[in-house]
C-alpha cells in the first residue's frame, strides 16, 4: 500500500505541477462591468414530458420551447424586448420501425421547421466528420445514418427532442429579431458521434444554427454550469496565484483551453474531446459565489471576430465577450450567471403539476376523438 501510495503522489505532484504553471500563465482577468452599450441579447430553452402518457404499444412525448429577447437599460440593467409565447408539439413514437422513423423525422421538422436534409445540407457538420474521419459520406448518407431510439428509449428521445426543441427556437429567433448581439444558450458545442459514421439529428442541427448565426453576425454562446473536473481545484489556485493577494476565491477570470493539440498540454482536455470540433472552450467564473462554468464558441466566429494578428488584440476581443457576459449576470435574481439564461429557463420548466395538467387535457382530447381512455397508462 505504501509503495503504490508513494507511485500515485509522485504522478499526481507531476501532473499537478506542469499545469499548474501552463494555467497560471494564461489565466486573464476582465473588469467588474456594471455598465454596457446598446446590447441586444436573446436566450432559448426548452422543457418537456418523456412521455407523458402511452398508448398501447407506442408512446407521447411533450416538448416546449420558449426564447426570451433583452436589451441594454441605463435604469434596468436589462429590460424585456418582448415576450414570446412558448411553442408546444406532442410527438406519437411507435415501436414499429418504418412508422417510427416517419414520426421521428415528422417531429424534428415540426420543432425546426425545415425538412432534414435541409438542415444537414447547410450545416457544416459533415465537414467536420470528413476532418475526424477522412471519409465523404452524402447527405442521404448522413440522413439514413441518424439514430432514432425505440419508442420506450425515453432518456435518449428526451435529450434528441429537448435538444432540437431548443435549437429550433433558436434558429426562430435569428429569423425573427434583427440586430441580436448576443444568441445564448444553456448547452455545450460536443458533438457525440462525430467520430462515427452515425449521427445525431441535433449534432446538425447545432452546427447549422453556428453557420446562421455567422451569417448574421451573432455570438451564439453555449454556456454550461456543468462543470466536472479533478483539475478544478487546480484551476481554482492558479486563479488565486494569477490575481490579488488576501482573496479567498479569484472571480472575474476566464482561461481558453489549447486551441490546437500543440499549443500547450492541459490534462484536463486528454481524451475529453475538448474543444469540440469546431469550437472554442472557455473555463470562466464571473462571481465567487458562482462555479466555474465553460463557454463553447463557434470556431469559425472566433477565427473571423476574435482571433487577430497580435495576442494582445485577441485578448481585448476576448475581453470584451466576458465583460458583457458579466454585464448580463448582474441580476440579483441570478447574480454571477447570465439573467437571460436564467429567465427562459424558469419560464419553460414544467412543474409536476403542469405536466399532470398537459397530460389530462391530451387524454380527454384523445377520448372525444375516439380513442379508449383505458388503454392509456403513464
Same mark, same amino acid.
Given at each position: 500500500m505504501n509503495v503504490l501510495a508513494q507511485e500515485i503522489k509522485s504522478w499526481a505532484n507531476n501532473e499537478l505541477i506542469s499545469n499548474e504553471e501552463d494555467i497560471v500563465k494564461r489565466i486573464q482577468f476582465f473588469p467588474h462591468t456594471t455598465n454596457r452599450g446598446k446590447l441586444i441579447v436573446a436566450s432559448v430553452d426548452s422543457d418537456g414530458d418523456y412521455p407523458t402518457s402511452k398508448y398501447l404499444e407506442s408512446y407521447i412525448y411533450l416538448?416546449?420551447? &420558449?426564447?426570451?429577447?433583452?436589451?441594454?437599460?441605463?435604469?434596468?440593467?436589462?429590460?424585456?424586448?418582448?415576450?414570446?409565447?412558448?411553442?408546444?408539439? %406532442?410527438?406519437?413514437?411507435?415501436?414499429?420501425?418504418?412508422?417510427?422513423?416517419?414520426? !421521428?423525422? =415528422?417531429?424534428?421538422? &415540426?420543432?425546426?421547421?425545415?425538412?432534414?436534409?435541409?438542415?444537414?445540407?447547410?450545416?457544416?457538420?459533415?465537414?467536420?466528420?470528413? &476532418? +475526424?474521419?477522412?471519409?465523404?459520406?452524402?447527405?442521404?448518407?448522413?440522413? +439514413?445514418?441518424?439514430? %432514432?431510439? =425505440?419508442?420506450?428509449?425515453?432518456?435518449?428521445?428526451?435529450? =434528441?427532442?429537448?435538444?432540437?426543441?431548443?435549437?429550433?427556437?433558436?434558429?426562430?429567433?435569428?429569423?425573427?429579431?434583427?440586430?441580436?448581439?448576443?444568441?445564448?444558450?444553456?448547452?455545450? %458545442?460536443?458533438?457525440?458521434?462525430?467520430?462515427s459514421e452515425q449521427s445525431l439529428y441535433f449534432e446538425h442541427l447545432k452546427r447549422y444554427c453556428c453557420v446562421k448565426a455567422l451569417e448574421n453576425k451573432i455570438c451564439l454562446l453555449a454556456i454550461s454550469k456543468a462543470v466536472t473536473s479533478s483539475y478544478l481545484p487546480v484551476i481554482e489556485k492558479a486563479a488565486l496565484a494569477s490575481g490579488k493577494e488576501g482573496e479567498s476565491t479569484a472571480e472575474h477570470? !476566464?482561461?481558453?483551453?489549447?486551441?490546437?493539440?500543440?499549443?500547450?498540454?492541459?490534462?484536463l482536455i486528454e481524451d475529453k474531446s475538448l474543444p469540440p470540433a469546431g469550437a472554442v472552450t472557455y473555463l470562466f467564473r464571473l462571481h465567487k459565489t458562482f462555479p466555474i462554468m465553460r463557454l463553447d464558441l463557434d470556431r469559425a466566429y472566433w477565427d473571423k471576430y476574435v482571433k487577430a494578428t497580435s495576442q494582445d488584440e485577441i485578448l481585448s476581443n476576448e475581453r470584451k465577450i466576458f465583460q458583457d457576459i458579466d454585464y448580463l449576470s448582474h441580476d440579483q435574481r441570478s447574480y454571477g450567471f447570465p439573467y437571460p439564461l436564467k429567465s427562459c429557463s424558469d419560464r419553460t420548466s414544467l412543474s409536476q403539476a403542469d405536466k399532470l395538467t398537459i397530460r389530462k387535457q391530451f387524454i380527454d382530447v384523445a377520448v372525444a376523438n375516439g380513442l379508449s381512455k383505458k388503454l392509456f397508462s403513464f
Open positions: 416538448t416546449c420551447s &420558449q426564447s426570451v429577447v433583452y436589451k441594454s437599460d441605463l435604469i434596468h440593467g436589462l429590460k424585456e424586448v418582448s415576450s414570446r409565447e412558448p411553442r408546444i408539439n %406532442f410527438s406519437w413514437i411507435p415501436e414499429e420501425e418504418k412508422l417510427r422513423r416517419a414520426a !421521428y423525422e =415528422q417531429t424534428f421538422e &415540426q420543432l425546426v421547421g425545415e425538412s432534414i436534409s435541409e438542415i444537414i445540407h447547410n450545416s457544416d457538420y459533415k465537414a467536420l466528420k470528413l &476532418q +475526424k474521419r477522412n471519409k465523404t459520406l452524402s447527405i442521404q448518407q448522413l440522413q +439514413k445514418g441518424l439514430i %432514432f431510439p =425505440q419508442a420506450s428509449d425515453s432518456s435518449n428521445i428526451g435529450i =434528441q427532442l429537448r435538444q432540437t426543441a431548443k435549437l429550433g427556437e433558436a434558429l426562430k429567433i435569428m429569423e425573427d429579431v434583427e440586430n441580436i448581439d448576443y444568441l445564448l444558450i444553456d448547452s455545450t %458545442f460536443s458533438l457525440p458521434l462525430i467520430n477570470w !476566464y482561461i481558453r483551453l489549447p486551441t490546437s493539440p500543440g499549443e500547450w498540454k492541459f490534462s
